[in-house]
Nanobody, 118 residues
Framework: QVQLVESGGGLVQAGGSRRLSCQAS????????MGWHRQPPGKQRELVAS???????NYADSVKGRFTISRDNAKNTVYLQMNSLKPEDTAVYYC????????????WGRGTQVTVSS
């Protein structure tokens, strides 16, 4: 069974920074693409950023230049460094990973709340 556990959420003032972490654990061969999505209050879940196993990244236009996604393959961990946070970044942030085990499957974490106060 594969689990994704996020950490790093919390309350931060506008203009501040926060770093989210997500570690994949369990029995599997490797993690492939990993990423972060978010769901603002009353809105649909949206992609924030993703990163392939080789390090290629993709960002939503709304976070380009402010957020940086990275990963540590040895630790099966993905990070999201969030700078210059805005109140509109307030959301539940979910980690997602495509994992190669007996089969290739997509997994989700339970989410971590990030609240940006103005």
């Amino acid at each position: 069974q594969v689990q994704l556990v996020e950490s790093g959420g919390g309350l931060v003032q506008a203009g501040g920074s926060r770093r989210l972490s997500c570690q994949a654990s369990g029995s599997f061969f490797r993690s492939n693409a990993m990423g972060w999505h978010r769901q603002p209050p009353g809105k649909q879940r949206e992609l924030v950023a993703s990163i392939t196993s080789s390090g290629s990244t993709n960002y939503a236009d709304s976070v380009k230049g402010r957020f940086t996604i990275s990963r540590d393959n040895a630790k099966n961990t993905v990070y999201l460094q969030m700078n210059s946070l805005k109140p509109e970044d307030t959301a539940v942030y979910y980690c997602n990973a495509v994992i190669t085990g007996p089969t290739i499957m997509s997994y989700w974490g339970r989410g971590t709340q990030v609240t940006v106060s103005s």
